[in-house]
Nanobody, 128 residues
């Protein structure tokens, strides 16, 4: 089954940090894929967290949701075929299931979203 796999979630105290990882299962996460991070808290709608464009389009351009700007950083390691979400200064309101999604089109970018693959999510809980 072709899907993404998230890892790195867990329980952390407010002000702490976590690094989430997104990898592919059954295929290769190519460097030209645009990758998105979303989150969904209980009772709330899914929220876009961050995006990194593939190498064929905007060349690694990144975007962030307003609620995470300055605290979260998205990056990719093309040699390892992984995308990361570094989360710092975590707040209780960051508690959610975090998902990654991928657009496999060459030349894709964050401004023209399409989601060909999804992961099953990883739980992040920020609590003292």
């Amino acid at each position: 089954q072709l899907q993404l796999v998230e890892s790195g979630g867990g329980l952390v105290q407010p002000g702490g940090s976590l690094r989430l990882s997104c990898a592919a299962s059954g295929f290769t996460l190519e460097d030209y894929y645009t990758i998105y991070w979303f989150r969904q808290a209980p009772g709330k709608e899914r929220e876009g967290v961050s995006c990194i464009s593939g190498s064929g389009g905007s060349g690694g351009r990144t975007t962030y949701g307003d609620s995470v700007k300055g605290r979260f950083t998205i990056s990719r390691d093309n040699a390892k075929h992984r995308v990361y979400l570094e989360m710092n200064s975590l707040k209780p309101e960051d508690t959610a299931v975090y998902y990654c999604a991928a657009d496999r089109r060459y030349g894709s970018g964050c401004q023209d979203p399409r989601y060909d693959y999804w992961g099953q999510g990883t739980q992040v809980t920020v609590s003292s």
